[in-house]
Each structure stands twice: as C-alpha cells, then as structure tokens.
C-alpha cells in the first residue's frame, strides 16, 4: 500500500519547506550531527527503522562445506546519507561498502564489523528500547560465531 499527500496551498507548502519537510527527501537527506554521546542510540533507531541483520548457513562450492554468513545492512535512498554514515562509523569498524540496488542502496558489514555494531547499538540500551526480532538475531548470530559453529 503506498499513500500520497499533495499540498495544494503554496503557503502551506512554504510553511512546511520552513519547519524542515523537504520534497523527495530520501533522495537528498544528509546525516544530521549527532552528539557523540547519542550516536549509539541514532544508529539503533535507524538500524530498527531501516536496516537488517542476515544470518544463515550457505553451502560454499570451493570449500566444499557449509558456513555461516552474517552482515548487515543499512538501507537509504540516497548514497551521500549513507556515505556520511559510514564515516561516522570508521571509528567502530574496519570494513562495509556502500552498493547500489534498484531502488536505493545499501551500506553493508561483514560479520566481525557486524559483531562491532552490535555493541555499539545495544550495549548501554533499555532493554524495551529496541525491536526484539532484529536483536535477537544478531545475538544468536553472535552467539554460534562465537563458539565457532
């Protein structure tokens, strides 16, 4: 289902334009600054919004044996706002590149850069204040990587 809101009145729109409401902004919306101390929970409530965690067993051809594969992934419609992340993320993490999709595109981390961003999103959080699906995967990620399943 898709909704679409059009804004007949050039005052209101002017009114709107003022308060901060861009037209198309998934396409132009930059990373806001985000004090230090409240990057952690910005990059949760992001990641809760609009990212995905992936974990699951693949069968590796030149290996000849199952083995896990877990990243993740944050998705914008635009690259500059997910350049910008990956900036802010260097500090945290050593890896992640940004791809183009079909509509949008993703920054993705393999599963070490993965384990980092877990911690740094969940470590110092309530435990109400995420969405239970996406942090119990990556926890169960963690938890079979790290006994080397």
């Known amino acids: 289902m898709r909704y679409h809101l059009q804004i007949g009145s050039k005052e209101i729109f002017k009114d709107l334009v003022r308060m901060g409401i861009v037209p198309q902004k998934s396409k132009t919306l930059?990373?806001?600054r985000v004090p230090t101390e409240y990057f952690p929970h910005f990059l949760q409530g992001y990641f809760d919004g609009d990212g995905s965690a992936y974990f699951r067993k693949h069968w590796r051809k030149a290996r000849g044996k199952m083995q896990w594969v877990f990243w993740t992934r944050f998705t914008a419609g635009n690259e500059s706002?997910?350049?910008?992340l990956h900036r802010s993320l260097r500090q945290h993490?050593?890896?992640?590149f940004v791809q183009k999709k079909r509509r949008g595109y993703d920054l993705v981390f393999s599963h070490k850069?993965?384990?980092?961003l877990f911690h740094l999103m969940y470590d110092n959080v309530s435990d109400s204040l995420f969405l239970a699906r996406k942090r119990n995967l990556f926890q169960k990620a963690i938890d079979v990587l790290?006994?080397?399943r």
């Open 30 to 32: 930059r990373l806001p």
């Open 81 to 84: 706002f997910l350049l910008d």
């Open 93 to 96: 993490v050593i890896g992640g």
């Open 113 to 116: 850069d993965s384990f980092a």
């Open 146 to 148: 790290s006994k080397g």
